[in-house]
């Protein structure tokens, strides 16, 4: 079992580069169907999504663009609890086929949020890509068309995803020890 160590803690390997990359190329094959003749925009959620955006948007066929968003979060707090700001989107996706490109939904808040603000900004549709969803911790109804792979609730590290800003750059996915 490849064990590594990021900073204070041991992750064991467990979902290798390649049956990330499989499940990838699945998801854009659907997308290029699906989205044909609608020149889709893809915003990816920084930082966590750099490396899933890059390899989805390789493997997309038909014409689109892409851009990228970050959000911030802040001291408000709503009914949801936690809430985060959507920075950096310079686009004016009025009419367009947005598909958001996210690393991970976890209780989806963060996605809810991101629908709600990109919906006011009057877009055709949105799509959601994401490259992984635990699907037990979810708290809210989203209709994740573009899943690559489902995972149990343990925290995770690789492929662009981190912990406390560190294993982001490991080419497979690890789940901590406990
Ligand atoms: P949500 O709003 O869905 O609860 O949280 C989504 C965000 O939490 C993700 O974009 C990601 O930044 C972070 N997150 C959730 N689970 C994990 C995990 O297992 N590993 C890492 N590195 N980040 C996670």
Request: with cysteine.
């Amino acid at each position: 079992m490849k064990i590594v160590q990021v900073k204070d803690k041991k992750f064991t390997l467990s979902i290798p580069e390649s049956e990330i990359l499989k499940g990838v190329t699945e998801v854009a094959e659907r997308i290029n169907k699906d989205l044909a003749d609608k020149n889709p925009l893809f915003i990816g959620v920084l930082n966590g999504a750099f490396i899933f955006a890059a390899d989805l948007f390789k493997r997309i066929t038909i014409p689109c663009e892409i851009s990228f968003v970050k959000l911030a979060s802040y001291q408000g707090i709503t009914s949801t609890g936690r809430v985060k700001e959507v920075i950096g989107l310079n686009e004016d996706i009025t009419g367009r086929t947005v598909v958001i490109v996210e690393d991970i939904v976890d209780t989806g808040l963060t996605m809810e949020r991101l629908i709600d603000t990109l919906g006011t900004r009057n877009p055709k549709e949105i799509h959601i890509a994401a490259l992984l969803v635990k699907e037990q911790k979810l708290k809210v109804k989203l209709n994740i068309e573009y899943k690559v792979l489902s995972i149990p609730n343990d925290f995770i590290v690789g492929y662009g995803l981190d912990y406390d800003g560190l294993g982001r750059n490991l080419p497979d996915i690890y789940t901590v020890v406990e």
